[in-house]
């Protein structure tokens, strides 16, 4: 059983319930290597303000160094009865410093300890992600530039609406993942500051050099409020909303997939390596890979929700009840993780049926806006032109007939402004060629954000 850094005074053993109910190496233990970071800093600093002697500094900061290898060599030996991670290593700098590990505490407690630690390790968390975020946005622009030329039926309340690129849509998870990346990059800023230094609570009557500790470790800026250095977990909701809403746009993703995959709609067709059988119906393919990702955002959004509830009732400055803000926070970090480097190789593993599509946009109701709009330039009002449209959908596509086929006698029984011209509208290239404004599916506009990705993501 690993000694207790709080034991001193207590005259009887906790109960091992209580041992069990409180201790928190089985999570925090992936805080090891920033645990140590942060205790070399203060190390440092505490010898070079002479609260320690140098010689005590360099056996700490030895001591750590040796436990560090360990950790990154995947040597370090968890000490499961440890009440955390910090104790965990404070036992392992004692036998090999000696006496000089007793005075690493020194000007500090495990409040801002953990917040230090947490920090350090949700910036290189936060870092990661981003940049897997880059990777994906490259792996669906690559896709896009792969299908340049193809034309999806595009879907309104899951009923076929108007033709756009395959690469506009596709665009559309571009820009959706660079606000993802944009929240992150702006969380990081409320990450980035060193709370150490702040003791328990109310900081400390000694000489500590806060600033020589956030140059050390590389943070932007220190914590300006002791008590709200040891309480704040907003950088960590914040995290935690990011990466909810990662989860709810590749829930998207994935949702758009699964329904392009079915028979039904038959766009694409995904790579066997990311699909599973079924243990009764041999011919079964399916996208469980996908269906699984669209499933992990209850669990993502209720890590989220976990936290907040957390914190909704605390009182200001630090309450054990923060113990429980990592394991969603880790647990969100691992399974965004894992859908981001999923997503990034499915995009690798995609077929689009180019030939099955050709035939979906053969649908003329895919051009009744053109038709509409083709009025509109010839002088008839929206609503008129609306409701000619309307009617010709009716008697024509309702029952089976193509408006193409109408002569221009029975196209003028509609309006005397259709003329032979307006079949000439009618496919799935002159639509998405007649939209203009920007942002819209029109070829020129479309390969053009593709360049400009392109140069973005470079």
């Given amino acids: ?125 936060v870092d990661n992600l981003a940049s897997l975020l880059s990777s994906l946005q490259k792996a669906v622009l690559k896709f896009a530039l792969g299908n340049i030329e193809v034309i999806i039926p595009g879907y309104t309340h899951l009923q076929v609406a108007q033709c756009v690129l395959l690469g506009h849509h596709l665009l559309s998870y571009i820009e959706s993942l660079e606000r993802d990346k944009d929240r992150l990059v702006d969380a990081r800023k409320r990450i980035d500051l ?78 066997f390596s990311f699909c599973t059988g079924s ?63 999923i997503m990034r190789e499915l995009f690798a593993n995609i077929r689009v049926k180019k030939e099955a599509i050709v035939s979906r946009i053969e649908d003329e109701s895919l051009f009744s806006v053109d038709v509409v709009e083709y009025l509109i330039k010839k002088g008839i009002s929206y609503r008129q032109a609306h409701d000619i449209v309307g009617r010709m959908v009716r008697d024509c596509l309702d029952k089976g007939r193509k408006i193409s086929s109408l002569t221009v006698k029975e196209l003028k029984k509609y309006s005397q402004r259709l003329d032979a011209d307006v079949k000439g509208i009618l496919n799935a290239w002159a639509s998405v060629n007649l939209k203009k404004s920007f942002g819209s599916t029109n070829p020129g506009l479309v390969k053009k954000q593709l360049a400009i990705w392109s140069r973005k993501l470079r």
């Fill in 1 to 125: 059983m690993a000694k207790k850094l709080w034991g001193t005074r207590f005259k009887k053993k906790t109960n091992q319930l209580t041992d069990r109910f409180t201790s928190s190496i089985t999570f925090d233990q992936r805080l090891a290597k920033y645990d140590i970071l942060g205790s070399m800093a203060h190390a440092k600093m505490l010898s070079r303000q002479g609260i320690i002697s140098a010689k005590d500094g360099r056996k700490i900061v030895s001591g750590l160094n040796a436990i560090l290898k360990d950790v990154v060599n995947g040597r370090f030996k968890f000490d499961p009865s440890a009440e955390d991670i910090h104790s965990n290593i404070q036992e392992l700098l004692n036998k090999k410093a000696g006496e000089a590990a007793h005075r690493l505490h020194t000007a500090r407690s495990r409040n801002d300890q953990v917040a230090l630690d947490t920090r350090l390790y949700l910036r290189d968390a």
């Fill in 194 to 271: 060193m709370p150490l230094g702040a003791c328990a609570f109310s900081g400390t009557g000694l000489l500590i050099d806060r600033e020589m500790v956030r140059k050390e470790l590389k943070f932007a800026g220190l914590t300006s409020n002791s008590i709200d250095s040891v309480s704040d977990r907003d950088y960590i909701i914040e995290s935690l909303a990011a990466m909810t809403l990662i989860s709810v746009h590749l829930s998207r993703i994935a949702e758009d997939f699964i329904l392009w995959s079915t028979k039904e709609f038959n766009f694409i067709d995904i790579d």
């Fill in 279 to 341: 243990s009764i119906m041999p011919h079964k393919k399916n996208p469980d890979i996908l269906e699984l990702i669209r499933g992990s955002v209850g669990r993502v959004e209720g890590n989220l929700s976990s936290v907040i509830m957390l914190m909704k009732g605390l009182p200001t400055s630090y309450n054990r009840d923060l113990q429980f803000d990592k394991p969603p926070l880790f647990d969100s970090l691992d399974a965004v993780t894992d859908m981001l480097e």
